[in-house]
């Protein structure tokens, strides 16, 4: 599998790299310390066309494909990643899988220009208190009434919805069958529906620029065009979903580590001791070396599971793959780079341990370590890891 970006890949990685460095790096601490939702840089990439850089021209978009929305995801992270987890939510989650390649004609002629113009942000509003890996455990209810649905429930933890911003956000709920079973169904929602109610944002360790709120569900009326899919649907559409997230949160751990492994190097040539930068020192050079390893590694994991989705293959195993050894990764990285700053990366001042905190909430968010093997097991057990067939013997 050849991993060498199109020229216009490259070309776009460069260009958000360069913006990622000039324009968000120098205001990420303060952005973090105000805790606010950075509009302005929303506004700017939404210019740049980096909303949609996965969504056909006809609607908007760049034209191009997922691998856009990682390359995205993972330049925008190694300066803000609350800001970048934002943004993959909005394009590559909900614009790209679960409203380009999932919704019906109607739904993307509707949504998607908006989605580009950033006129709206989109939402996972599925996780529950009691319902988070498990989406099986959802209580949010949707009921037939006439010519719409109606929603009943509350959600936690979720991103976007409570930017302050118009948001769309596709919403899991239960569906009685009548004789006491219950399928899933998913929805597009918009925030202003009458019935929503949104709290303020829930107060986090990390990921400061990205508001998580609680959302509740009071009767809330929705036409029958916002159902995705059929009825009964809706778990099918979810963990297809979840795929995706899972592969830019790979994009979002690997910008995570390349950002604290590059303040890194750069601290390790300036910092002397013993007459000499450390960088010259053989236990400093194995750290990073050790570092630049894992991230190429975690990157092209990345890139493998993206080129699945890209091609319409089943990707589930190789996405919980590139999202458990990314965050895996990161963690390693992040910790690493503040030992090579010693005693100042613990500081926020210096602001290497902001990346080991936000990556916490990518090591949680999308399924947990533990969820993660387990489904990585299941699949290896039932032989299905996918068109990379890492049993076989070429010998």
């Known amino acids: 599998m050849e991993f060498n970006l199109s020229e216009e890949h490259r070309l776009l ?172 169904s998913a929805f597009l929602v918009e925030k202003d529906t009458p019935g929503i109610s949104v709290s303020d944002p829930i107060e986090m360790s990390g990921m400061k620029s ?48 390349r950002g604290a492994y590059e303040r890194a190097q750069a601290y390790s040539r300036q910092r002397e001791a013993f007459g000499q930068p450390i960088g010259d020192f053989q236990a400093v050079q194995i750290m990073l070396a050790e570092m630049a390893t894992k991230i190429t590694a975690s990157k092209l994991l990345g890139y493998y599971a993206t080129s699945l989705e890209v091609a319409g ?3 589930t195993s190789e996405a919980a793959m590139a999202k458990l050894f990314a965050t895996t990764m990161a963690q390693y990285v992040t910790e690493h780079a503040m030992h090579i700053h010693g005693g100042w990366g613990y500081t926020v001042e210096v602001g290497v341990e902001r990346f080991y905190r936000d990556n916490m909430a990518v090591v949680l968010g999308g399924g947990a370590a533990e969820i993660l093997q387990l489904a990585i097991g299941k699949a290896s057990a039932a032989g299905a890891l996918g068109s990379l067939d890492i049993s076989s013997n070429p010998n």
């Open 13 to 184: 990685q460069r260009s958000v790299r360069d913006f990622a460095r000039r324009e968000v790096a120098p205001h990420a601490q303060e952005i973090e310390r105000n805790g606010e939702f950075p509009l302005d840089l929303f506004r700017a990439v939404t210019k740049l066309g980096w909303l949609g850089a996965a969504i056909p021209t006809e609607y908007g978009g760049g034209g191009l494909d997922l691998l856009a929305d990682f390359i995205i995801a993972e330049e925008l992270a190694t300066a803000l990643p609350g800001f970048a987890m934002d943004c993959m939510v909005h394009s590559g989650v909900i614009g790209y899988k679960v409203i380009y390649r999932m919704g019906t004609d109607d739904q993307r002629k509707e949504y998607l220009p908006r989605f580009t113009r950033g006129e709206v942000i989109g939402a996972i509003v599925m996780t529950e208190p009691d319902a988070g890996s498990d989406v099986r455990g959802v209580k949010t209810t949707a009921a037939v009434d006439g010519d719409d649905y109606v929603l009943n429930g509350r959600k936690t933890l979720i991103t976007n919805f409570g930017a302050p911003l118009p948001s769309v956000g596709m919403v899991l709920a239960g569906m009685s069958n009548g004789d006491g079973d219950r399928k899933y």
């Open 210 to 257: 990205s508001y998580q709120n609680e959302v509740t569900f009071d009767d809330v009326h929705i036409p029958k065009g916002a159902l995705l899919g059929k009825e009964g649907d809706g778990l099918k559409m979810a963990l297809a979903s979840i795929d995706v997230d899972r592969i830019l949160c790979c994009a979002l751990s690997t910008g995570i580590a």
């Open 313 to 315: 293959q089943r990707c």
